[in-house]
């Protein structure tokens, strides 16, 4: 089947695909007998309608576009394949020559997936930052405990101080008329938490227990009440109570209340050693990230088709509901309490989703260049690793994978984690060696990577590569 590729565009191509008038002519019969048994013609059983009754019955153009379509189906994978190309987004069709006794020709657009030119990503100097913890962050993480385990009291005398928790009646007005939801008894208000209008909690401050006072504010231009927005107000604004954070003190006292240690001395020691392991992690992280994106941005990156960007926004966003799921609610339920749309939501995840796409494309090339590739034993590890985690067996992992359709996937995201150490080692990031394996030397996951079919799997967390954010992505670290 003859295929001609031309390139008319920045990653679209134009397949001009040939059919064989015989072969549409056999098509067509198939068609007519398929469309034969739907429809009853009078003076004929269902099904044995010939072609020119139909197309006297249905019209030609009906029956032959049908013809078409399901050829034009059928035919362009093998077309696909043929010219070698990897197409990103769905296929547009159009029709060529579609005549009695003649070639079958269509013509079909599609964006490929782009090839990026790889720079530099070896030796790159980036280097780590080290990190030093202070005394000064000593002192501020213990006075944060000290503040995470302070109490609040009841404040019998005294006026609204910053940082208290003022308990207020009040009612709002615009225009002199109390509008719905302006009004409450008994409310605690933090000061200085910037849960209220703006201005409000300032004007609240300074007020004695038993005061009354008339407070006002204006709402914001965007304001979720929209008759609301941008508007003046006036609270009428009772505090009944206040509430004061105490603080214990710093001493032996309350480091035996609140850890294992004895001393204060002792519990420091050990807030600078968590601080500096916490900071040293950090700062890998960090390291991480910048040899990544240094190696990415030394790359001449293509214009990246719409296709695969929305496909990876459809991928994150189906994690994000797979994640809401898991506390019990929908991405719907979600959208409305964080006050944003679907369509908002995708704008959100469109950048990170671009870069994600960019990374990925990547770490293909230089497992390309580099002829990195998956063994069997990485494969297992990772599975093994999978099954540990969720407390399943190896089998059982391996047939969610198959079941679900995502073992290519799963694949993908560990030949790209495997390509992303080999990055970090060529850079001197401490990853550990990837181990011998004598057993499994030159052994290779096939091209498909497809498990043996008699291999069984639940549905295992699939790994992602995490690159465009700096985090690697929890697979063995072994190769």
């Not at 134009?14 to 009853?40: D, H, Y």
């Not at 296929?91 to 790889?118: M, R």
């Not at 047939?399 to 799963?410: C, I, K, M, V």
């Amino acid at each position: 089947m003859p295929v001609k590729v031309e390139k008319i565009g920045a990653n679209q191509v134009e397949m001009e695909i040939t059919v064989p008038a015989e072969i549409f002519r056999n098509q067509l019969k198939k068609t007519a007998k398929k469309v034969a048994g739907k429809v009853s013609i009078p003076g004929f059983r269902k099904g044995k309608a010939p072609l020119n009754v139909l197309e006297s019955r249905l019209g030609r153009e009906y029956m032959w576009g049908e013809a078409a379509d399901e050829i034009m189906g059928a035919e362009y994978s093998s077309a696909v394949a043929e010219s070698g190309i990897l197409p990103v987004s769905q296929p547009e069709a159009d029709i060529v020559q579609l005549e009695a006794g003649k070639e079958f020709i269509y013509k079909v657009k599609v964006f490929v997936k782009p090839e990026i030119e790889l720079g530099e990503y070896k030796d790159l100097g980036v280097e780590k930052t080290e990190t030093l913890i202070t005394d000064e962050q000593v002192e501020e993480e213990l006075k944060r405990r000290q503040r995470m385990h302070s109490k609040l009291i009841n404040v019998e005398q005294g006026n609204v101080e910053d940082g208290d928790a003022a308990t207020i009646d009040y009612s709002g007005s615009v225009d002199g008329e109390l509008f719905e939801g302006g009004t409450a008894e008994g409310r605690d208000l933090k000061i200085g938490s910037g849960s209220f209008i703006p201005g409000f909690e300032e004007q609240v401050t300074g007020m004695a227990i038993g005061e009354v006072k008339d407070i006002t504010v204006s709402f914001p231009e965007k304001y979720h009440s929209e008759h609301l927005a941008g508007k003046e107000a006036v609270f009428r604004v009772k505090v009944r109570g206040i509430k004061r954070t105490e603080l214990l003190p710093l001493d032996d006292e309350f480091v035996k209340d609140v850890s294992e240690f004895d001393t204060l001395e002792e519990y420091k020691e050990d807030l600078r050693r968590t601080l500096q392991e916490n900071a040293e992690e950090g700062s890998l992280q960090t390291w991480r990230g910048q040899i990544l994106q240094k190696a990415l941005d030394n790359a001449a990156l293509p214009d990246i088709p719409p296709s695969m960007i929305e496909f990876k926004i459809d991928e994150m966003l189906s994690e994000l509901a797979a994640k809401m799921r898991e506390q019990g609610f929908s991405l719907e339920q979600y959208c409305a309490h964080t006050g944003t749309t679907d369509e908002a939501l995708r704008e959100q995840y469109r950048e990170p989703a671009a870069r994600t796409v960019k990374m990925d494309l990547f770490l293909e090339a230089v497992a390309a260049r580099e002829e990195i590739k998956l063994s069997k034993r990485d494969l297992d590890a990772s599975l093994a690793e999978t099954a540990r985690r969720y407390n399943l067996e190896t089998e059982e992992v391996q047939n969610a994978l198959l079941q679900q359709g995502e073992l290519e996937r799963y694949l993908n995201g560990l030949l790209a984690e495997k390509t992303i150490r080999f990055v970090l080692r060529a850079n001197n990031f401490p990853v550990p060696e990837e181990l011998p394996d004598e057993e499994e030397a030159g052994e290779q996951a096939n091209e498909t990577g497809a498990v043996p079919a008699d291999e069984t799997g639940a549905a295992p967390e699939e790994p992602g590569t995490g690159a465009s954010e700096g985090e690697d992505s929890g697979a063995t670290e072994e190769g």
